[in-house]
């Protein structure tokens, strides 16, 4: 069975310090891992997806299959980015994705 | 990316009574899917609606308590049925496009079920 682990609820950081939230997964195949953001008020919007390697709103993430983890990072947290946030995981071939329970990011101005 | 609509945005429905949640898309779309995420909860799937066919739905999830409709590309219902207080959260329907080489989704902004 495939899992998604955020290991905190929370997290508070000061505007300009480094942010990372974790994610852990389990899954026996090649998955395909995804962070997904809601702002206040906003919908579920897709963040970043590792499979495209990109940065988003200075945000990162690297697929660590050794470690089985997807932690998203960004080296300065600004304001704006207080948010929830959740790891998603689609296995091989699979459109049906796996949510993890989300961190809540709190920038302190 | 696709625009999603839900109608209603939200709702406070009396135990032993249904909601139709209706869920409509500015494009064709292969794959859309029903989530529920109770409150303080994560997003927990609940069906792939299936055009044309009977929906697939996830372990725990049955049809005469959720049945769901897509009668085209574009649109799709939830019916939560013979609600009880539990069954109060918010519900989203998503899409995917099936041949993009990812396995993406997108997400309508979600009705608010509140059952009394």
């Known amino acids: 069975a495939q899992r998604v682990t955020q290991p905190e609820k929370l997290l508070s950081v000061f505007k300009g310090a480094p942010v990372e939230l974790k994610c852990n997964y389990s899954?026996?195949?090649?998955?395909?891992l995804f962070w997904y953001v809601q702002y206040s008020r906003q919908r579920l919007q897709l963040l970043l997806r590792?499979?495209s390697r990109e940065s988003i709103k200075g945000f990162t993430a690297d697929l660590n299959k050794g470690e089985t983890s997807f932690h998203l990072k960004k080296p300065f947290a600004q304001e704006e980015d207080s948010a929830m946030y959740y790891c998603?995981?689609?296995?091989?071939?699979?459109?049906?994705?796996?949510f993890g329970k989300g961190t809540k990011l709190s920038v302190i101005p | 990316s696709a625009v999603i609509s839900q109608k209603p945005s939200r709702d406070i429905c009396q135990r032993g009574t249904s909601l139709t949640i209706q869920c409509q898309v500015d494009?064709?779309?292969?794959?859309m899917f029903w989530y529920r995420q109770q409150p303080g909860q994560s997003l927990t799937l609940i069906a792939t609606?299936?055009?044309?066919?009977?929906?697939?739905?996830e372990s725990g999830f049955v049809i005469d308590k959720f049945p769901i409709s897509r009668p085209n590309l574009t649109f799709s219902t939830l019916t939560v049925s013979n609600m009880s207080p539990e069954d109060s959260s918010i519900y989203l329907c998503?899409?995917?496009?099936?041949?993009?080489?990812?396995?993406?989704?997108?997400f309508g902004p979600g009705t608010r079920l509140t059952v009394t």
């Open positions: 998603a995981l689609a296995g091989a071939g699979s459109y049906q994705l796996t």
């Open positions: 998503s899409v995917a496009a099936a041949g993009t080489g990812t396995y993406e989704q997108y």
């Open positions: 609606a299936n055009q044309g066919s009977e929906a697939t739905y």
């Open positions: 899954y026996s195949g090649s998955p395909e």
């Open positions: 590792h499979i």
């Open positions: 494009s064709q779309v292969t794959m």
